[in-house]
Structure formats: C-alpha cells, structure tokens
C-alpha cells in the first residue's frame, strides 16, 4: 500500500515563539551550527516539495541562492493572489483553496511536503486539518516580537509528542503530530 504524503512544517522559532522578526528578518538564526545542521540534511532528504506563502518565497528569492539553492528536483508551490508575470523557474502560484490544493498534492506520487511558511500559510493549512506534523526547532534567544509561528485565531488542536532532542548549544527540537481529534 502506498503511503499518503505528509505535511510536515519543519521550522525554527525563537523561544518566545516567533518565526522571524516583523520585517521578516531572521538574523537571530545565524549561529553556529552542529554536524547535520539540527538534522536538516536528513529531513531535506525526505521531501521533494515546498510550500512558500508570498512573504516567505519573497525573502527567499532576495537571497543569494533564493529557493533554486534547494536542488532541481525540489517543487515550489508559492500561495498568493497576486502572482508575478513570470515566475522563477519550477515555481508554481497558487490560488486555489488550501483543502482543495492540498488533497490533490497529496494524491500525487512523491515524498513528503514541507510546509515552510509563513504563519498565515501554516494556520491556513492547520486549519483545514492538511498539517501532518510540526518539526519545531527552538532557538535560545527572545526576540520580542515578530511573525508567529501560527497566525492567531480562535482555535484549540491537540498535538501528540513525538520526540525531543536537545542539542549541546541550548537548541531544542520538538517533533509533534497533529492529532485528528479536533476541538472547536
């Protein structure tokens, strides 16, 4: 039997729970990293498509690499309701319904999906029940405020730990399955 496709936002937070600065400014990521990088290498291994909302995809494109430097066979699909004239090459916008865009990718053959946000994409996905996984890891540092890892709304979803590991600079990793039990 084939296994379905999971959704897996695999992601860093700071330890107040922001994902990047409200200018969308990560700077407090650059660090010294362990051997494997945290275990990106490995989970990078395991995907063979990315999910970008707009701001995310466009502080990703100003960099020096933008989202080729994640390999050709890796496929970028970028939420937005404005798309450019003419997209980077293995980029595809969308603007169909999340539950509708993520049911049709899951029934496609591949590895598994990384959700790489932002929060309003990932609370987009969470919502519809179309997030498998969260890979969150915590980086020491408080950065006040910025962008939440979760777009805030009214909403309670239970998540089943699935592992913690801690690495030697403070970094902690939490590995949660979203759990099909929802709460209103």
């Not at 379905?4 to 010294?32: C, F, H």
């Amino acid at each position: 039997m084939k296994r379905k496709r999971r959704i897996i936002v695999y992601i860093a937070t700071s330890a107040d729970g922001y994902i990047a600065r409200a200018d969308g400014g990560v700077e407090w990521l650059d660090r010294p990293r362990p051997a494997g990088s945290y275990g990106m290498y490995a989970f990078f291994r395991t995907i063979d498509t990315i999910l970008w909302g707009r701001k995310t995809y466009d502080q990703a494109v100003a960099q020096a690499e933008g989202v080729q430097g994640y390999g050709p066979k890796v496929k970028h699909y970028v939420f937005s309701r404005r798309p450019p004239k003419s997209p980077a090459p293995g980029v595809e916008f969308v603007s169909e319904p999340v539950g509708d865009f993520a049911r049709r990718l899951r029934g496609e053959p591949g590895k598994d999906i990384w959700m790489m946000g932002g929060g309003g994409l990932i609370a987009s996905f969470l919502d519809e029940g179309e997030i498998d996984e969260f890979s969150i890891h915590v980086i020491p540092a408080f950065i006040g405020e910025g962008i939440p890892l979760i777009q805030p709304r009214r909403r309670l979803i239970p998540l089943e730990l699935r592992s913690v590991r801690r690495f030697p600079d403070g970094v902690v990793h939490l590995n949660y399955r979203v759990s099909r039990r929802r709460s209103a």
